[in-house]
């Protein structure tokens, strides 16, 4: 009969662990680059909010084109020592004129990335979601608005049939229309239809 085996610990899971493998310096053409195989769980969650904050303009808007910079901006400066400088566009020029990233690809813990190019994505979803329910609930609020404002209005000009409306709207159309001429042509109808 097999023995059955027990669980593993902690202590002995760690000791599998090549603590070498986890950080280390390579030489990037005559640069001393440090390297982090995998990050933290805390650098992760930086990461991922990182770059869905830069896919998302002040006003709510979706900037998709953002994504892959903000990305590559975030392994650079989180899997490595390498600084980055304040302007986007040295950025750019630094991320997509060296091969600084294909060169720390080789290094670090694709799977790692993989899962939070995954989280990145959920987020924008989950985001763009969010701010789509926000416009839905602000176009429902101006429909319910401007229903109200359609009764008030219908109960105000009970008394208008369709023709004198119609010539409401084409003094309105030929901008011969003013607050005056409205009440002055309201108060002639009710006269009239006092006289009645």
Same mark, same amino acid.
């Given at each position: 009969?097999a023995k059955k085996a ?24 005559? $640069?001393? $680059?440090?390297?982090? !195989? ?13 770059v869905v904050e830069s ?34 566009? +040295? ?36 985001? +763009? ?6 416009? !839905?609930? +602000? ?12 009764? +008030? ?29 409205? $009440? ?13």
């Amino acid at each position: 009969m097999a023995k059955k085996a027990g669980r593993v610990s902690i202590n002995a899971l760690e000791s599998t662990i090549d603590k070498s493998a986890l950080e280390f310096d390579i030489d990037f053409k005559g $640069v001393t $680059v440090h390297i982090t !195989r995998s990050i933290s769980l805390q650098e992760m969650l930086e990461f991922v909010t990182s770059v869905v904050e830069s896919c998302f303009a002040e006003d709510g808007t979706y900037l998709p084109e953002a994504q892959e910079l903000a990305f590559f901006c975030n392994i650079l400066t989180r899997y490595t020592n390498f600084t980055l400088p304040e302007s986007t566009e +040295k950025k750019y020029m630094l991320i997509y004129n060296t091969d600084a990233i294909q060169t720390v690809y080789e290094h670090i813990n694709m799977d790692q990335l993989d899962d939070i190019r995954v989280a990145v994505k959920k987020k924008i979803d989950y985001k +763009k979601s969010l701010e789509l329910s926000e416009q !839905r609930k +602000k176009v429902d609020e101006l429909t319910k608005a401007c229903s109200a404002l359609i009764e +008030k209005m219908g109960e105000i000009f009970t008394d208008l049939n369709s023709e004198d409306l119609l010539n409401a709207m084409k003094l309105m159309s030929n901008r011969e229309f003013d607050e005056e001429t409205l $009440v002055k042509a309201y108060m002639s109808e009710k006269k009239n239809s006092g006289d009645e």
